[in-house]
C-alpha cells in the first residue's frame, strides 16, 4: 500500500475515533441526566427549531477539540517526520474512543435499555383507560384554562424545609404560590409530579400531561417533526376541549416544529400557533432577532398578557397553553431582569429569576376580569437536564417537578401527600375547570382530587418505570408510524371502501362498489381489474359513476375455480405524455393510475365493511351453513341497529341493553340453533347434509373475550373482537369465507344521525345535524347534488356547536330537492374521513320536528306509514307528540305503557293500531303491496319490525320506528326513528 493512501486512511479512523470520543463526552456533559431513550429521542429529532446555542456548544465542545487534537498529531508525524507519534496517536484515539463508549454503556444503563428495548410489557394496553370512551361531563358555565408548562422547573430547586433539595430556596415565589393553592401535599412541603419513564423531556412531558401517556415511539421513527401523524388514535386533552368548543393556542418563544409539538398540537386540538416564527412574522419582534432558542420568558410573559385579553374578548372559552424555555439546560439564558443573587452560578440565577417571573405573571392574571372564570395549572416539564447542577442531593431524594393549580372549583378528597406522575396532570387538568369524569381516570392517569389510588401508589414507582421502560407493541401501533400497510389501515395512503353489494348465481356475476375514495389528488375514473388465483389477468372493467359520487361495475367471475380471484381497484387519470422521437416530441395520450383497494378470496363474499350488507349477501347464497361466534363484548356499546341484523338469520335473541352478552348461533337451513348468556356459551353438533362435526364456543369476558368456530376438527374463527362469522359450502365442500365485525360504537360508522333541515321557497336551506351519542366530530363537512349538479356539488364546512351538534346554510335555488343527494363526512383526529350521513331522496323529508314531519309524510299520495314501537319507556308522550298523532287517526298511543309494543298503519282508507305488553303483529295490503308490522316488549323479545313486500325496514331502535312507503313507485321513501332520549337530556329528533 503506498504511504499516502496509508496516511490517509490512519488520518481518517483517528479523526473518527477522536470525534467519537469527544462527541460522548460532550454527551455525558449536556444529557447527563438523561436515560438512554430520552437521549435517542433528543439526538434523533430535526435540528429545525433547535436552539443555536445547543449547535454551538456541541462545534466548540466536540467537533474543534477532535480537529486540534488531529491536525497536532499530524504536524508532528508528518512535518516533524515522526511517524511514531502518528501510531501512537492513532492508538490512543481508539482508547479514548472505546473508553469513552464504555462510560457512557455504564452511565446511561444503555445495556438495560436495549434489553427492555426487546422486552415485551403489556402494563401500558393493560392500565390504559381510553378517554374516547369515557363520559366527561362539562358544566354549562365552562372555565378557561391557562397551562404554563415551565422549562426543567423542579421542586428539588426549594430548600430542605419546604421540601426542596437545596440549602437555599431558589424558588420563593413558586413556593408559596404552590403552598397557598394545591400541590396534592398532605403537610406543609411541597409535592410534585414524578416524571416517568417516556416523560422526561419536553415533548414527552408535553405528551405526557396532554394524553396520560409515556411518549415511547418506534427509534426510526423519532423525528416526529418529519412524520405526517403523532399518535392519532388517542383522545388527548386539546381534543376534548375543541369538542367542547374551546379556542386554544400555544404560545412558546422557540419553533413549535421542534420535537413535533407544532404536529401534535395541531392534529389534537387544532391549537393556533404563536411562537417564535409567528412573532417574527406578525413583528412582534425584529425579524433577525435570536437568543437562546428563540427570544427569552421576558418577551413571552408580555405577549401572553396580550393574547390573553384577546382570547377573553371571544364568546368561546380558552385554552391558552404556554412553555417558557430560559431555564433550559445547560446553564439557562441570562436575561436582563435577572439578579446576580447566586455569583457564578449562573443556572441558580436563571431559576430564581424565572420563579419571581412566573409570580409577577399570575397576579397579573389573578386582576384580570377574565380570572374568576379561569383555572390556572403551572407545571414543570421535566427534571433538568443539567449533568452536575444537583448533584450535590441526597441520593435518596426523589425529585419531582414542580406544580401548583389556581382557582380550581373542586377539593381533593384524599388528605395525605399523593405519590403521582406527570401522566396525572391530564384528568387533573379537566377536573379542575369542572369536568366531571366517569371512573376518574383517563389515559394512565388518575384525577388526584378523586378519591382513586394512582399507578405509582397502586404498583410503586420503580416498578411503573421498569414497565414503561420496556417495550410496548399497544404504543407502536397507537403512534401512527409503521409500514405502508399499517398506514393503509389508518387510511393515511390512496384509499376506498370497495366491496361486493350482490352477487347473481346464475350469471355468475358480481356487483363491485367503489366509495369514499380518499387521498387520490386527480383521476379521471375508476377501473377494476379481475385476476384470477394465480394473479393472471383476465380481464378490466371501466367501473361507471353514478349520481351518489359512487363507482359500479359487474365483473363476470364464472370462469373463476371455486369463484376465488382477486379484484384490483385503481383511479384512473388521463395525461399528456411527451415521447421523443428523433429530432421531433410526439404528444401523445397516457395515464396514471393509483391502487385505491384489492380485494381477494371468495368474491361472492366480500362485503366485509358493512354487517348489513355482509347478512344480505348470505341471504342470495344458496347451499351454505353460517356459524357465528361473538368474541368481547359486543352488546354494551353497539347500535341497536346492527344487533337486529341478526333477526334476518333468524335469530331472536334479546340483545340490547344488556352488558357482556356470549353468543353463538349455526344456520344450517333448514335448522338454526343459538343461544347467548353472561357467561361462556358452546354448542356442538354436525352439519344437517354432510354430518361434518362442528363446536362453537363464545366467550364475552368484556372486551377480552374469546370464541371459536371449528369445522371438521380445524378451527377457522378470527377470534377477533365482535362478530366472528364462518361460512360453509356445501357445494364446494369446504369453508369460502371467515370474517368479523366490530360492532363498538366507537368503529365511527353506522352512527344514527339527527338531521334536521329548513327549506324556503327561495331556496335557502338551513341544516343541523346531531348525534344521539354525542360524538365529537371533527372538521364536519356536507356535499349536496342532485342529478344535474354531480360533478360539482355544494360544499359546506359546517360549523361545530357544544351541544355535540354542526349546522351550515346554503342556497339550493335550481335543485331537484324532491330527488336530491346529501353526505355528511367528518375527519376524525387522524384525517380519517368517516361517512356519518348519506341520503337520498326528497329533501322535504328531513325534518327535525315530530309534528312538521307527520304533516309533511301524510301529505303524499298513495303513500302508507307504518310505525313499530320499541321500548316506550324512551318515548316522550308529550301533549305536542300526541296531538300530532291524533291529526291522522292515531288513538292510543298515549296509552302506551311502560316497556309496551305498539304498531299503528296509516293508509288513506285508516288507521290501524294496537299496543301491549305481549308480542304484537299485523299483516295488511294496499294498492297491491303487502306489509307486516310487528314488535314486542322489553319482557316478550324486545324487537320492531316493519317488513314491505318480504323485506324488513325498520330501523329497531328504541322509539318510534316509521317507515314511509310509495305504494305507486314500489319504494321505501323513508325510514326513521323518532327518539326523546331521556338519557341524555331533550335531545328529541328523528334519527336516520
Not at 438523561?34 to 466548540?60: F, H, K, N
Not at 426487546?118 to 401500558?124: N, R, V, W
Not at 371501466?542 to 383511479?571: F, H, P, Q, W
Request: glycine share 8%; aromatic share 10%; charged share 25%.
Amino acid at each position: 500500500m503506498k504511504t499516502g493512501l496509508k496516511n490517509f486512511l490512519v488520518t481518517v479512523i483517528m479523526a473518527l475515533m477522536s470525534l467519537l470520543g469527544f462527541s460522548i463526552l460532550w454527551c455525558l456533559r449536556t444529557f447527563g441526566r438523561l436515560s438512554m431513550e430520552e437521549l435517542v429521542y433528543e439526538l434523533s429529532a430535526p435540528l429545525e427549531g433547535t436552539g443555536s446555542d445547543m449547535i454551538s456548544r456541541y462545534v466548540v465542545g466536540a467537533l474543534v477539540p477532535a480537529i486540534v487534537v488531529v491536525a497536532v498529531i499530524l504536524f508532528l508525524g508528518i512535518f516533524r517526520k515522526k511517524n511514531l507519534v502518528i501510531i501512537y496517536g492513532l492508538i490512543a484515539s481508539i482508547i479514548f474512543a472505546v473508553t469513552s463508549s464504555a462510560v457512557f454503556f455504564k452511565r446511561l444503563n444503555v445495556l438495560e435499555y436495549l434489553a427492555n428495548a426487546g422486552d415485551e410489557s403489556t402494563f401500558i394496553e393493560d392500565n390504559y383507560i381510553d378517554p374516547g370512551n369515557v363520559q366527561i361531563t362539562f358544566p354549562e358555565k365552562k372555565k378557561n384554562l391557562i397551562y404554563i408548562f415551565l422549562e426543567s422547573m423542579e421542586v428539588t430547586y426549594s430548600d430542605i424545609e419546604n421540601g426542596g433539595g437545596f440549602k437555599d430556596n431558589l424558588i420563593p415565589e413558586l413556593t408559596e404560590l404552590a403552598e397557598e393553592n394545591e400541590c396534592f401535599s398532605g403537610d406543609d412541603k411541597l409535592n410534585g409530579p414524578y416524571p416517568a419513564v417516556g416523560a422526561s423531556w419536553t415533548m414527552g412531558a408535553m405528551f405526557a400531561q396532554s394524553s396520560g401517556l409515556p411518549l415511547k415511539i418506534l427509534v426510526e421513527g423519532n423525528s416526529m417533526s418529519e412524520e405526517k401523524t403523532f399518535f392519532p388514535g388517542i383522545t388527548c386533552i386539546g381534543d376534548i376541549l375543541e369538542s367542547q368548543g374551546y379556542n386554544q393556542e400555544l404560545l412558546i418563544g422557540s419553533d413549535a416544529v421542534f420535537g413535533g409539538r407544532k404536529l401534535f398540537f395541531s392534529l389534537h386540538g387544532n391549537y393556533t400557533f404563536h411562537d417564535y416564527i409567528y412573532a417574527k412574522n406578525n413583528h412582534i419582534i425584529p425579524k433577525d432577532y435570536m437568543v437562546f432558542w428563540g427570544y427569552e420568558d421576558t418577551k413571552l410573559f408580555e405577549n401572553a398578557k396580550n393574547d390573553l385579553l384577546e382570547l377573553s374578548k371571544g364568546d368561546k372559552p380558552f385554552n391558552l397553553t404556554m412553555l417558557t424555555v430560559d431555564t433550559h439546560h445547560p446553564d439557562g439564558y441570562v436575561c436582563d431582569r435577572c439578579e446576580n443573587k447566586y455569583g457564578s452560578n449562573q443556572y441558580a440565577n436563571v431559576i430564581a429569576c424565572s420563579s419571581k417571573q412566573v409570580s409577577e405573571f399570575v397576579e397579573w392574571i389573578k386582576k384580570q376580569d377574565f380570572y374568576k372564570d379561569t383555572v390556572v395549572v403551572i407545571c414543570g416539564d421535566h427534571a433538568t437536564m443539567n449533568g452536575d447542577f444537583c448533584n450535590g442531593i441526597d441520593g435518596d431524594y426523589v425529585r419531582k417537578t414542580y406544580m401548583t393549580i389556581l382557582n380550581s372549583d373542586i377539593e381533593k378528597k384524599r388528605r395525605e401527600s399523593i405519590e403521582y406522575s406527570t401522566m396525572d396532570m391530564f384528568p387533573t387538568t379537566l377536573a379542575a375547570i369542572g369536568a366531571q369524569i366517569d371512573g376518574n381516570r383517563l389515559g394512565l392517569g388518575t384525577n388526584l382530587f378523586s378519591n382513586e389510588k394512582t399507578l405509582l401508589e397502586k404498583f410503586g414507582r420503580e416498578n411503573v418505570d421498569i414497565q414503561l421502560a420496556k417495550h410496548s407493541e399497544f404504543m407502536d401501533k397507537m403512534s401512527g408510524i409503521g409500514d405502508e400497510e399499517d398506514k393503509k389501515d389508518k387510511r393515511i395512503l390512496p384509499d376506498a371502501e370497495v366491496n361486493v353489494t350482490d352477487y347473481n348465481k346464475e350469471q355468475g356475476t358480481i356487483t363491485l362498489k367503489a366509495d369514499n375514495i380518499i387521498n387520490v389528488d386527480n383521476y379521471t375514473g375508476v377501473r377494476a381489474t379481475l385476476y384470477d388465483s394465480d394473479m393472471n389477468e383476465l380481464e378490466a372493467f371501466d367501473m361507471a359513476r353514478d349520481a351518489g359520487n359512487s363507482y359500479t361495475c359487474e365483473v363476470d367471475i364464472s370462469s373463476l375455480k371455486d369463484r376465488e380471484g382477486t379484484i384490483v381497484v385503481e383511479t384512473v387519470e388521463n395525461i399528456k405524455v411527451n415521447n421523443r422521437l428523433g429530432a421531433f416530441i410526439n404528444k401523445a395520450k397516457g395515464e396514471s393510475t393509483c391502487k385505491i383497494d384489492e380485494i381477494t378470496g371468495d368474491l361472492s363474499l366480500q362485503a366485509h365493511e358493512d354487517l348489513a350488507g355482509y347478512i344480505d349477501l348470505l341471504g342470495k347464497k344458496d347451499d351454505i351453513a353460517v356459524f357465528i361466534a361473538s368474541c368481547g363484548d359486543i352488546t354494551t356499546n353497539s347500535y341497536e341497529k346492527d344487533l337486529n341484523e341478526l333477526r334476518k338469520l333468524g335469530i331472536n335473541e334479546h340483545l340490547a341493553g344488556y352488558k357482556n352478552i356470549s353468543l353463538y348461533a349455526v344456520i344450517d337451513s333448514p335448522s338454526i340453533v343459538y343461544g347467548s348468556g353472561e357467561k361462556t356459551v358452546e354448542y356442538d353438533g354436525a352439519l344437517v347434509r354432510n354430518d361434518m362435526q362442528y363446536h362453537v364456543e363464545s366467550a364475552a369476558a368484556g372486551n377480552s373475550g374469546k370464541c371459536s368456530i371449528v369445522i371438521g376438527g380445524d378451527e377457522y374463527a378470527l377470534n377477533e373482537n365482535g362478530l366472528n362469522f364462518v361460512v360453509y359450502d356445501y357445494e364446494l365442500e369446504k369453508v369460502i369465507d371467515s370474517a368479523c365485525f366490530d360492532l363498538n360504537r366507537k368503529r365511527d360508522v353506522n352512527r344514527p344521525a339527527g338531521i334536521d333541515m329548513e327549506l324556503a321557497k327561495n331556496g335557502q336551506m338551513k341544516l343541523r345535524v346531531r348525534d344521539m351519542d354525542n360524538f365529537e366530530m371533527w372538521n364536519a363537512f356536507a356535499k349536496i347534488w342532485d342529478k344535474d349538479h354531480c360533478d360539482n356539488p355544494i360544499v359546506l364546512t359546517m360549523e361545530m356547536y357544544s351541544d355535540f351538534s354542526s349546522g351550515a346554510e346554503a342556497n339550493l335555488a335550481g335543485y331537484d330537492l324532491t330527488d336530491a343527494y346529501i353526505e355528511v363526512t367528518c375527519q376524525d383526529k387522524k384525517g380519517m374521513k368517516h361517512t356519518y350521513f348519506d341520503w337520498e331522496g326528497d329533501f322535504n323529508l328531513l325534518k327535525g320536528d315530530f309534528a312538521d314531519y307527520m304533516s309533511y309524510v301524510s301529505s303524499l299520495d298513495d303513500t302508507i306509514i307504518l310505525m313499530s314501537v320499541k321500548d316506550a319507556i324512551w318515548l316522550s308522550q308529550e301533549e305536542e307528540d300526541i296531538e300530532a298523532l291524533e291529526k291522522y287517526g292515531i288513538e292510543k298511543f298515549a296509552d302506551i305503557g311502560e316497556h309496551e309494543a305498539y304498531y299503528a298503519v296509516i293508509t288513506p282508507g285508516g288507521v290501524v293500531e294496537a299496543h301491549g305488553s305481549e308480542e304484537l303483529s299485523y299483516t295488511g295490503e294496499y294498492n297491491g303491496t303487502s306489509f307486516t308490522v310487528s314488535g314486542a316488549g322489553w319482557d316478550s323479545g324486545y324487537y320492531s319490525s316493519i317488513v314491505v313486500d318480504g323485506e324488513e325496514y325498520s330501523r329497531g331502535e328504541c322509539g318510534i320506528n316509521i317507515v314511509v312507503y310509495d305504494t305507486n313507485a314500489k319504494k321505501v321513501v323513508d325510514n326513521t326513528t323518532y327518539r326523546f332520549n331521556r338519557r341524555g337530556g331533550i335531545d328529541k329528533a328523528l334519527y336516520r
